[in-house]
């Protein structure tokens, strides 16, 4: 049974750091590209992150670029989310999710070319 968890969430003062994982089982991880999206209330869930099956090909949204980094450990079935210098505008339930369908990477940031969504986990920046 194909699954994601997230994990890694809390509560960050402005400025802070926090490292979201997402942990695959069910499937050959390494021959899947994996997206990381979010969703704070009263808005759509939107794209932060995406990163290749190999690791070698990242894209980031324009709101987090040079302070979010992705990455991915093969050997765990893992994706990581390295969010640094954190504003109260990235308050979120963080999710990710398998990329299955459109084209890579020109379609990373849409939900649609998703499936197998994990249940998320809150971010929350605040003083």
């Known amino acids: 049974q194909l699954q994601l968890v997230e994990s890694g969430g809390g509560l960050v003062q402005p400025g802070g750091s926090l490292r979201l994982s997402c942990a695959a089982s069910g499937f050959t991880f390494d021959t899947y590209h994996i997206g990381w999206f979010r969703q704070a209330p009263g808005k759509e869930r939107e794209g932060v992150s995406c990163?290749?099956?190999?690791?070698?090909?990242?894209n980031y949204a324009g709101s987090v670029k040079g302070r979010f980094t992705i990455s991915r450990d093969n050997a765990k079935n893992t994706v990581y989310l390295q969010m640094n210098s954190l504003k109260p505008e990235d308050t979120a339930v963080y999710y990710c999710a398998v990329f299955l369908r459109g084209w890579w990477p020109r379609g990373c940031s849409e939900t649609f070319n998703y499936d197998y969504w994990g249940q998320g986990t809150q971010v929350t920046v605040s003083s």
């Open positions: 990163i290749s099956s190999s690791g070698g090909s990242t």
